[in-house]
């Protein structure tokens, strides 16, 4: 049984920094396109990073430059290091990748950025 398990999220002040984590079982994330996701209250869920299985990555324009996707192959897991938050970063993060043809999600972590 594929699944992902996000952990690392919390409440941090503006400009502070999160590391996200993303592990895997049931599958070799190094193998897939891994995504991160984030869905604010009222929002719809947005796509913020990619990383492919070749080890590209890239950002949605609103966390570029500030936010970093990575992964570790021996842990089978997922990283987004967040840093300079904002207080409209707040929402819950996802990690989500393709399987099968079906969508695998994680349960979410929340991210509060708030002074």
């Known amino acids: 049984q594929v699944q992902l398990v996000e952990s690392g999220g919390g409440l941090v002040q503006p400009g502070g920094s999160l590391r996200l984590s993303c592990t895997a079982s049931?599958?070799?994330?190094?193998?897939?396109?891994m995504h991160w996701y984030r869905q604010a209250p009222g929002e719809r869920r947005e796509l913020i990073a990619n990383?492919?299985?070749?080890?590209?990555?890239n950002y949605a324009d609103s966390v570029s430059g500030r936010f970093t996707i990575s992964r570790d192959n021996v842990k089978n897991t997922m990283f987004l290091q967040m840093n300079n938050l904002k207080p409209e970063d707040t929402a819950v993060y996802f990690c989500?990748?393709?399987?099968?043809?079906?969508?695998?999600w994680g349960q979410g972590t929340q991210v509060t950025v708030s002074s």
């Open positions: 989500n990748t393709v399987h099968s043809a079906r969508d695998i």
């Open positions: 049931g599958i070799l994330l190094s193998a897939y396109t």
């Open positions: 990383i492919f299985s070749d080890g590209a990555t």
